[in-house]
Nanobody, 118 residues
Framework: QVQLLESGGGSVLAGGSLKLSCVGR????????MGWYRQAPGKERELVSS???????RYADSVKGRFTISQDNAKNMLYLQMDNLKLDDTAVYYC????????????WGQGTQVTVSS
């Protein structure tokens, strides 16, 4: 069964850090594209950071300089290091990726809650 499983969410004070992890089960992260998204209450899901098929990394303007996406191919893991967290970073964070070698089969994880408080 193909799954993306996120972990590492939690509650943190503003200015703090969290590191989200996403493990791929039943597939191997390919170079077709993967990323982290988030959805805050009452808002649409938005891109936080992604790695495309050329290995180019993108960040949302709101997280540039604070968040870092990375991957460990040996462990089939995708990470999101989040530093200097702000109240507006509160959201459910989702890992997503193409799970098939032909760059199809986009899958979402179940999400992990990140809550930033003052």
């Amino acid at each position: 069964q193909v799954q993306l499983l996120e972990s590492g969410g939690g509650s943190v004070l503003a200015g703090g850090s969290l590191k989200l992890s996403c493990v791929g089960r039943g597939f191997t992260f390919t170079r077709c594209g993967m990323g982290w998204y988030r959805q805050a209450p009452g808002k649409e899901r938005e891109l936080v950071s992604s790695i495309n098929s050329d290995g180019i990394i993108r960040y949302a303007d709101s997280v540039k300089g604070r968040f870092t996406i990375s991957q460990d191919n040996a462990k089939n893991m995708l990470y999101l290091q989040m530093d200097n967290l702000k109240l507006d970073d509160t959201a459910v964070y989702y890992c997503a990726a193409y799970t098939l070698l032909d760059c199809s089969g986009w899958k979402w994880g179940q999400g992990t809650q990140v809550t930033v408080s003052s």
